[in-house]
Nanobody, 124 residues
Framework: QVQLVESGGGLVHTGGSYRISCAAS????????AAWFRQAPGKEREFVAT????????EYSDSVKGRFTISRDNVENTVALQMNDLRPGDTAVYYC?????????????????WGQGTQVTVSS
């Protein structure tokens, strides 16, 4: 079992930057892929970014590519999402997810473990 806890959510103005983090605990000795998803009010959960076990491969949704950066620290067992040039459309609850294995996935149902989510609000 892997437990995930997100932190760092808050309010930011349009064009601003923000960084959220996810701390993993439990069976972190297993190799796992990490990802961020988000869910806005009234919308389905959507993929944001994913990173492979050692960080060599990353993938982003078209809506955040070039603005967001996913990274991980396997010593500290953390995954971060640096968000730049934020827009009101980025307002959502952001969820950290993990799946055992080496290959990243953009599909939510491929992920075994989820955090409780952290709210990011971008004001116009």
């Amino acid at each position: 079992q892997v437990q995930l806890v997100e932190s760092g959510g808050g309010l930011v103005h349009t064009g601003g930057s923000y960084r959220i983090s996810c701390a993993a605990s439990g069976r972190t000795d297993s190799s796992y892929v990490a990802a961020w998803f988000r869910q806005a009010p009234g919308k389905e959960r959507e993929f944001v970014a994913t990173i492979s076990r050692y960080g060599g491969t990353t993938e982003y949704s078209d809506s955040v590519k070039g603005r967001f950066t996913i990274s991980r620290d396997n010593v500290e067992n953390t995954v971060a999402l640096q968000m730049n040039d934020l827009r009101p459309g980025d307002t959502a609850v952001y969820y950290c997810a993990a799946r055992v294995g080496s290959f990243p996935s953009t599909r939510a149902y491929d992920y075994d473990y989820w955090g409780q989510g952290t709210q990011v609000t971008v004001s116009s």
